[in-house]
Each structure stands twice: as structure tokens, then as C-alpha cells.
């Protein structure tokens, strides 16, 4: 009796600089979960379970990713969600 070996596919390596970059919510106690659920649902494109999920889990553990992508695939998240005064981060 033999055996034979699986094979992975291969999915290639990604080498977009920065990649692997996370938006990071911070629990405050200055926004409402309203507000927070909606700034997810309206800038993250969040659907309401999802944003409700993610503001309990900054909520109760301190921060939340939110996103994940690149550096400039997050800078326009980050930036809009800073304007509306969430703490969040990119790592």
C-alpha cells in the first residue's frame, strides 16, 4: 500500500509593501455603540451585525480590527473615522 502526498495549490506569496496592515478601533467613552455602529456600517461598509459584533468587541476587550489591507488601502478609513473623533490605529 502507498501513499500519496497532497499537494497544497499554490497561492503565491504576497509582496505588496505593507500588506497585512490592520484598522484598529479603540473603546472610548465618549461615542455612543450608536454612533460607533453606524460609523462602521457608513465608512467601513460594515453590514449591521458585523459593526454591532466589532463595537462590542472594542467595547469589552479594548480595540477591534475593523479592516485589514494595506497602509493606503486603510488611510482613507483611518483618516474619516479620526474626523469623526473614534480612536483607531493602524498597525
Not at 503565491?12 to 472610548?28: E, V
Not at 467601513?44 to 463595537?55: F, K, L, M, S
Request: aromatic content about 8%; proline content about 3%; charged content about 30%.
Amino acid at each position: 500500500m502507498t501513499t500519496k502526498e497532497k499537494k497544497l495549490p499554490d497561492i503565491g506569496t504576497d509582496t505588496r509593501k505593507n500588506s497585512g496592515k490592520k484598522l484598529i478601533l479603540f473603546n472610548d467613552d465618549i461615542n455612543t455603540f450608536d454612533f460607533v455602529i453606524e460609523t462602521l456600517i457608513e465608512v467601513c461598509g460594515h453590514d449591521p451585525y458585523q459593526a454591532e459584533n466589532c463595537a462590542l468587541i472594542a467595547h469589552f476587550k479594548g480595540k477591534c480590527a475593523v479592516k485589514n489591507g494595506t497602509s493606503d488601502e486603510l488611510k482613507p478609513y483611518y483618516k474619516e473615522m479620526i474626523l469623526r473623533k473614534l480612536t483607531v490605529e493602524i498597525q
